[in-house]
Every structure is written in C-alpha cells, then in structure tokens.
C-alpha cells in the first residue's frame, strides 16, 4: 500500500484496520480478552519504537535484542494463545 498509494494512506489503512479489528474484538463482550490482546497491540508499537532505535551496542545489547524481539514476535504468539484458552473457558491452570 506505502509503495502504490503512498506513506500517508498506508498509515490510515493500518490505522483503519486496527479500528475494525477493534470493533470485532468488542464484540466478544470479554474483557479479560479485551485487556491480553490491548497488551499485544501496546507491546507491537513498544517494539517497533525500540527496533528504529536499536543501534545499541556493549553488554546490554543482546538483552535490548531478545526484549525487542519479545515484544513485536513473542508476545504476540503467546498471548494469542493466552486469548484462545479464556475464550475456550479452560481453567487458569493450562492457561499458565
């Protein structure tokens, strides 16, 4: 989309998304669910912020690598998951 219509159309067909994404996701009228996948959207920005800043380097480096990583790949998957077992009703224990 970026490269055929341009930055700022791209920009407000993600932020389009989001919104109809949102929509669906109020509707399942759950909120513990609501408040996992909110966290996954905040996580998503956290690590694209920390990924146009990561020309950090020395000892924490790695760290900085894995935490990125974390939050634009990991929490996704995991807290994904997380969803579909409250969504399914299983008990807390195989949620953890």
């Known amino acids: 989309v970026n490269q055929q219509f341009g930055n ?17 996701l109020a509707r399942l009228r759950n909120i513990e669910v609501i408040e996992i996948i909110s966290t996954v ?5 956290k690590g694209e912020v920390m990924q146009m800043k990561s020309d950090l ?3 924490d480096a790695f760290e900085y690598y894995l935490r990125k ?6 929490s996704l998957i995991a807290n994904s998951v997380l969803a579909c077992t409250v969504l399914g009703g299983h008990s807390k224990e195989t949620q953890e």
């Open 69 to 74: 990583n974390y939050y634009k790949t990991g």
């Open 41 to 45: 959207i905040e996580h998503l920005v």
């Open 57 to 59: 380097r020395g000892p």
């Open 8 to 24: 700022k159309l791209a920009i407000l067909a993600g932020d389009f998304l989001l919104a109809r994404a949102s929509v669906c």
